[in-house]
């Protein structure tokens, strides 16, 4: 079959009317390895942003409050750190999607608002629900206790409920979801002082070895 | 023949590349004209003339939204053209298999 026919003007410089299966096969993988590095998001570089900010940000407040008798809260300087990271991690996740996202339009650019508004207002009820809390009546370590499992909470909702609308099983993030979920609600007993020391370890090592395994998980 | 098995639209470089670029998005994503472009390296006619072929095939739609410089075409590719993408490459392992030895 001559493939030239039909085309315009003769710009049609890549049509090869012989290909055989090997050079088919060898286009073939080129092509999807090519797609893959251009347009999946680096979900390795996400985990291993957020494992860096979890572990900083919770150690960083464990370590200005351990000792604290009565307790009072972690130091300014702990939280400010905490916030910082939190900014710059926001940006650079919002970097690396934006890099692979470009031109992608449609269902998944849908998802990804609706996932950015589902983070954002998760944050928001559940601070309302803290305030709520203190106002009823609530001590300030009791506060505390709900207030520094809300980031865990609210990420691992959401990626859990995430899962429901994606095209296939998406063992990562179901994995990182649920983690993150059994991290809060089993670091809470741990008390206020030592829950931060538990989401530290537990939350950001457990988000830096999701990096490690996420393609083999994804793979699988 | 081998080449009259696999599908002659998708059996050109230039359109398999296409079809396998289109194919990484989920489906109901689209990808700009410009990005989709820049992924598979062709210049702008050569890919409005691989893409007519595809459209004409009923593998790809292309739909053009907004207006000057916010302009944007949209290249999606069609259940059609997913389902051939999968036919293709089960007649090509099936081809590969064959000519290996043993």
Known sequence: ?220 | MINEELDPVIHVPARLRIVVTLAALPPGDDLSFTRLQDVIGLTPGNLITHLRKLDDAGYVTTEKNGSGVSARTAVALTNTGRAALDRYTTVLRQLLDSATPG
């Open chain 1, 1 to 220: 079959m001559n493939e030239e026919s039909g085309t315009t003007g003769g710009t049609d410089m890549d049509e090869s009317p012989v290909l055989d299966p090997q050079g088919a096969a060898a286009v073939l993988q080129q092509a999807r390895d090519r797609a893959r590095r251009e347009l999946a998001v680096r979900r390795p570089v996400l985990f291993l942003i957020w494992a860096v900010v979890v572990f900083v940000g919770y150690g960083a407040m464990w370590l200005s409050v351990r000792g604290q008798h009565p307790y009072r809260g972690p130091a300014w300087e702990a939280l400010l750190l905490a916030f910082l990271l939190f900014v710059a991690a926001a940006g650079a996740s919002a970097n690396v999607v934006d890099r692979a996202a470009s031109g992608v339009g449609g269902r998944s650019e849908l998802q990804r608002g609706i996932f950015a508004l589902a983070l954002l207002a998760g944050f928001a009820a559940l601070e309302i629900e803290k305030q709520a809390l203190a106002t009823a009546g609530a001590s300030r370590p009791v506060t505390a206790l709900f207030g520094q499992a809300i980031p865990l909470l609210v990420a691992g909702l959401v990626l859990l409920a995430s899962c429901a609308t994606a095209s296939r099983l998406d063992w990562p993030r179901l994995a990182i979801g649920g983690w993150l979920l059994a991290v809060a609600a089993g670091g809470a007993w741990a008390g206020v002082v030592a829950s931060l020391a538990v989401y530290a370890l537990a939350g950001g090592v457990g988000i830096a070895l999701m990096a490690a395994i996420e393609p083999q998980l994804r793979r699988s």
